[in-house]
């Protein structure tokens, strides 16, 4: 039975859940928006939030603790520079699930888990990137 068990195991070991969501959590911080089951989208937002929490203290020990769980430097980089900063007087509630289809599979509810200012990073560099289509254009001509 399962009296007061709290949270998902997703049919994975402890090990192979664990590097699922690390996974999953490097991913939403270094492509800003995923797209996931609702479930997974579900259990990572909390684990995300926290992360970004640490990166908006950004002192040495915050650095740290976000390292013991996301190994990889870059990604670490980014939030620390660029993703914490954006939510710098904001206290919580850095990301929104949306839910959008069910997988053609096996009929799975599907969700677009991504940070609350997407859409304003999104058109900023749509700007920057037609400002250098538009540069190309004018050296080819």
Do not use: C, W
């Not at 590097?19 to 990572?44: D, F, N, P």
């Not at 904001?90 to 969700?111: C, E, F, H, K, S």
């Amino acid at each position: 039975m399962r009296h007061k068990l709290a949270g998902s195991n997703f049919n994975r070991t402890a090990n192979q859940r664990k590097a699922l969501l690390r996974g999953l959590v490097s991913s939403l911080i270094e492509h800003q928006r995923i797209e996931t089951t609702l479930a997974k989208a579900k259990a990572i937002r909390g684990i995300t939030e926290k992360m970004v929490t640490f990166g908006k203290r950004g002192d040495l020990h915050a650095k740290r603790m976000v390292m013991s769980y996301i190994p990889n430097r870059a990604v670490v980089a980014k939030l620390f520079s660029d993703v914490a900063p954006r939510f710098a007087d904001r206290n919580g509630g850095y990301l929104r699930i949306v839910q959008t289809r069910q997988r053609v599979n096996d009929r799975a509810p599907m969700a677009i888990i991504e940070f609350v200012d997407y859409e304003d990073i999104k058109a900023k560099s749509g700007d920057k990137g037609a400002k250098k289509e538009g540069k190309k254009e004018s050296k080819a001509a």
